[in-house]
């Protein structure tokens, strides 16, 4: 791996590119150079980054069959990792790329200073969206598992300080706000004769969708399901306790 080139990685594994960014090396600046090469370039420890490499090959278990068995709670920590995963790491690396490939193939895809504009509107509103659900949704359910446990008065009035309701009113599926980008880049579709950056960032803005879509198939199949039950329960008991009051 250490004497492949950077072209020659890209090329082999499109996620490279992101890995690469994360480790400090800007992927496409460095095409013709190797790997070993561009770790010294840089500064860099090799070993640190062909294991960072490598890592993308281990299949971590985030099957519907393991997140089933975790309760509310630690789903939402889960959600919020990946949260973070997007926030941190995903969607920075997503829009470099945009403006990179965009300032040096603008003329062979114009399509792609468009993307720019478009994505940085949905980078805005997404990151909203989860700062919402990290501060007020996630915690409203944590709270929901934690009085499920051990119930007393404080619950009713945390109950109306917000619901599931209020959330539903305002949760949307933010892979259906990718479709304005898909709709404008041909669904990421390439061909063997694009420039390889292009291919790259078709390839991460793929790969983004479609773990937005699992992101959503756990809060709205698997998490909100319980809330709501947790919910519906507590209030009965919340409203029985008020009358006997």
């Known amino acids: 791996m250490v ?15 992101s890995v690469l960014h ?7 600046d460095y095409l013709g150079e190797t790997l070993g090469d561009v770790c010294r370039i840089k500064n860099l420890n090799m070993n640190n980054v062909k294991e960072a490499l490598l890592k993308l090959n281990d299949k971590n278990d985030h099957s519907f069959a393991r997140l089933q068995r975790m309760s509310p709670a630690e789903m939402c920590n889960h959600l919020q990792h990946t949260h973070h995963h997007y926030s941190q790491r995903m969607l920075p690396v997503i829009e470099h790329h945009i403006q990179q490939t965009a300032l040096q193939y603008h003329k062979y895809y114009p399509q792609l200073l468009l993307l720019d504009k478009i994505f940085a509107t949905f980078k805005q509103e997404f990151l909203q969206h989860i700062r919402y659900e990290n501060e007020v949704f996630f915690p409203f359910i944590k709270k929901l598992e934690r009085f499920t446990i051990s119930f007393h008065n404080v619950m009713w009035v945390e109950l ?3 619901s599931m309701g209020d959330f539903i009113m305002k949760h949307h599926h933010d892979d259906d706000d990718m479709h304005n ?3 404008l880049l041909n669904n990421y579709e390439v061909t063997q004769d694009d420039q390889l950056a292009y291919k790259v960032l078709m390839h991460e803005l793929k790969s983004f969708e479609s773990d937005l879509k699992a992101h959503s198939l756990i809060e709205e199949d698997m998490l909100i399901p319980r809330a709501i039950k ?16």
Not at 3 to 17: F, P, T, W
């Open 3 to 17: 004497d492949k080139s950077i072209y020659e990685l890209l090329e082999e594994n499109h996620s490279y590119a």
């Open 230 to 245: 947790m919910e519906e329960k507590l209030t009965i008991k919340a409203n029985e306790l008020k009358r006997l009051n």
């Open 181 to 183: 980008i898909r709709k």
């Open 160 to 162: 109306k300080a917000f």
């Open 22 to 28: 994360w480790c400090g090396i800007d992927a496409f």
